[in-house]
T-cell receptor, first 119, second 115 residues
């Protein structure tokens, strides 16, 4: 019954490798997000998708590529991993009404996070 | 661009006491959402409370309430009857009403609760 799930929860890998993190939501939301939490716990948006369309693409190295096969899934693929990519990556989802008064639908719900450690 | 500031990196409270976490934000928008999220050591991000900017009434959720001052751009979180399980990092976050916009987070406040 997990609303937003991510796999894997932990990922330990060597520099230069390519890895993917998967995210799935069963809330019927139309918008999904990837956030990065760095070692100082600061959270920042990376990407967001609305109905499989990329709508937010922050200044992120192009080694990071999101893919949304359908509106319930948003995956994150990382090429040529670097030490600085070590972080916790969170997936989140919400509806996107674009109107006030829809706070419940617009609230973002988070997955459990994926801790990535690059050695 | 919008910014969110949490000026208290750490706070502490005794069990059963009340504590207030501060948050200020900067925006030129009139319609937006404000949130408090809790992140315990398990790292799960848990929604604590939500405030819609057009509502003058302060949001409450059981022991959690906010003091929303729109003109002052202030959004503090009050935790009453603190419990050991409240120990966590608390993040204040801003979101535009515009569809699909992301959360903008403050740097967080680590709350410790002692018995």
């Amino acid at each position: 019954d997990t609303a937003v799930s991510q796999t894997p929860k932990y990922l330990v890998t060597q520099m230069g490798n390519d890895k993917s993190i998967k995210c799935e939501q069963n809330l019927g939301h139309d918008t999904m997000y990837w956030y990065k939490q760095d070692s100082k716990k600061f959270l920042k948006i990376m990407f967001s998708y609305n109905n499989k369309e990329l709508i937010i693409n922050e200044t992120v190295p192009n080694r990071f590529s999101p893919k949304s096969p359908d509106k319930a899934h948003l995956n994150l693929h990382i090429n040529s991993l670097e030490l600085g990519d070590s972080a916790v990556y969170f997936c989140a989802s919400s509806q996107a009404t674009g109107r006030q008064g829809f706070g419940e639908q617009e609230t973002q719900y988070f997955g459990p996070g994926t801790r990535l450690l690059v050695l | 661009a919008q910014t969110v500031t949490q000026s208290q990196p750490e706070m502490s409270v005794q069990e059963a006491e009340t504590v207030t976490l501060s948050c200020t934000y900067d925006t030129s928008e009139s319609d937006y959402y404000l949130f408090w999220y809790k992140q315990p050591p398990s790292r799960q991000m848990i929604l604590v409370i939500r405030q819609e900017a057009y509502k003058q009434q302060n949001a409450t959720e059981n022991r959690f309430s906010v003091n929303f001052q729109k003109a002052a751009k202030s959004f503090s979180l009050k935790i009453s009857d603190s419990q050991l399980g409240d120990a966590a990092m608390y993040f204040c976050a801003y979101r535009s009403v515009q569809a699909g916009t992301a959360l903008i987070f403050g740097k967080g406040t680590t709350l410790s609760v002692s018995s």
